[in-house]
């Protein structure tokens, strides 16, 4: 994974509940990417983003999903209420500098 | 409108046979990268290989290889004398040299490697 840090691993949350996800890009970086793979899917572009800046949301569900990058800290992907069609595989990504690395991804499993 | 097919949904092959994924892409894009990367089981994304777009030499690794052909928008990947480890599922990718860079991925092929 080129040192892209994510987590948590794995994220079981109820209907209606919140889910964050943190990603860490590679040491020194200031972009990162995030993808959703639904089950037995290819990865989808969710959002773009530089720090403090979103450079391109245009892949993200238009409500419940917002993403940040602050200063300080990793990047987070806020789930609100979520509901069993957010399960899925979420990976974010490091570019470096004409390919991009990914994290190990976060596991969400909604009940 | 940028799509990349992988239309191979799922090859089994026996251990030691050639293997060739398939993977056709779309883009208005004069310049562009394509990837190949893999899914083991375990679930993490490995990055195998990147081709810029004015690049058409086939390029070999070891055991694995990818054909460009401009001509024909495909980009297939062939792992040679197959093994088990080779067991995931792979993914082609395509990415603009301009803009936001983001990826378009196929859906997967599954390779499974039979003993």
């Known amino acids: 994974n080129a040192g892209v840090m994510q987590n948590p691993r794995h994220l079981v949350r109820r209907r209606g509940q919140e889910a964050r996800l943190r990603c860490s890009p590679m040491?020194?970086?200031?972009?990162v990417y995030w993808y959703r793979q639904l089950p037995e899917e290819g990865l989808k572009f969710m959002v773009y983003l530089q720090k403090e800046n979103i450079i391109d949301e245009s892949g993200m569900p238009k409500e419940r999903f917002s993403a940040e990058f602050p200063k300080e800290g990793p990047s987070i992907l806020r789930i609100q209420q979520v509901v069993r069609g957010d399960s899925a595989a979420y990976f974010c990504?490091?570019?470096?500098?004409?390919?991009?690395?990914f994290g190990p991804g976060t596991r969400l499993t909604v009940l | 409108a940028q799509k990349v097919t992988q239309a191979q949904t799922e090859i089994s092959v026996v251990e030691k046979e050639d293997v060739t994924l398939d993977c056709v892409y779309e883009?208005?894009?004069?310049?562009?990268?394509l990837f190949w990367y893999k899914q083991p089981p375990s679930g993490e994304l490995v990055f195998l290989i990147r081709r810029n777009s004015f690049d058409e030499q086939n390029e070999i690794s070891g055991r694995y290889s990818w054909n460009f052909q401009k001509s024909t928008s495909s980009f297939n990947f062939t792992i040679t004398a197959s093994q088990v480890v080779d067991s995931a599922v792979y993914f082609c990718a395509l990415g603009s040299t301009s803009g936001t860079y983001k990826y378009i991925f196929g859906t997967g092929t599954r390779l499974k490697v039979l003993a």
């Open positions: 990504a490091s570019p470096y500098p004409d390919t991009q690395y």
């Open positions: 040491k020194g970086h200031s972009h």
């Open positions: 883009t208005r894009d004069t310049t562009y990268y």
